[in-house]
């Protein structure tokens, strides 16, 4: 027999009892300062600035902002202990990113929707910014800020209206080293510690957050085990070291990703 499903009732997988409901609470305290709304399911600021808690930002983070509607003067900065540390400003088709003396402009398209994002990369002392994935630039960061912990977000929007659709926010807490192939053995160092012996050619993945340091640059050095010959052969050099391969490598960081988008 042929029934038909209405898809307003199915749920995603993971869902949670509860869950919707606590996304319009999280929206509630957007709209806690006079001038943000929620309309059409957009987060509608005019001649306002907000500011929302991230929690502590001390390593990498991603942020990605959807904005349907840019004021004449929109102000996305990224704040720590009272002041701020990462403003980045969007007015009429010009970016200008900032972080105390040192700043980058750069020019895009403001007729369509803006989709914003911006990469954090706090022990290497810089940020990348890039608007609709094609103009990108990086920014320093500076030095009177390194070691400052970034905790809270803000959005002002002094001029006209800004409609925001949608805000991701991911603060990567966690490593993950993956390692293609280690063919036929090795050692992997990090910060002059060993982490681990690979004694076989499979993939691993190694959880190294624990080795890394937060607000410094780190070091991750692979020891390759060559195979070595048992009797020399006359068609080959002396050396009796004959081959190893160290396969792709990648360092994956995860985190919590922390999702805000507008219902109502």
Known sequence: ?????????????????????DK??????????????????????KECTVTKETGKMDWCFKFNMTLSKLSPDFTLAFNKEGGTCLPVKLTGGKIVAQ????????????????????????????????????SSMECPIDT???????????????QGETWVDDILLFNFGRAILKQETLDPGGEVWINGTSVAVINNRHPY???????????SENVIAVLVKPYKAVHPMFHVPSNRYIGWQLGRAELILTARAVRYRPTG
């Not at 319009?24 to 600021?45: H, N, V």
């Open 99 to 134: 972080s105390g003396s040192y700043k980058q402009t750069g020019r895009f398209d403001d007729t369509s929707d803006i989709r914003l994002q911006v990469y954090g990369d706090l022990p290497s002392h810089r940020f990348f910014v890039t608007i609709n994935g094609q």
């Open 205 to 215: 993945n190694l959880d190294v957050t624990g080795y890394l340091k937060p607000d």
């Open 1 to 21: 027999m042929r029934r038909t499903l209405r898809l307003s009732d199915w749920q995603a997988y993971g869902h949670r009892p509860g869950k919707v409901e």
């Open 144 to 158: 009177a800020l390194v070691g400052q912990k970034i905790d809270c977000l803000m959005l002002s929007s002094r």
């Open 24 to 45: 319009k609470e999280q929206w509630k305290l957007w709209t806690e300062t006079p001038g943000a709304f929620i309309i059409g399911g957009s987060l509608r600021l």
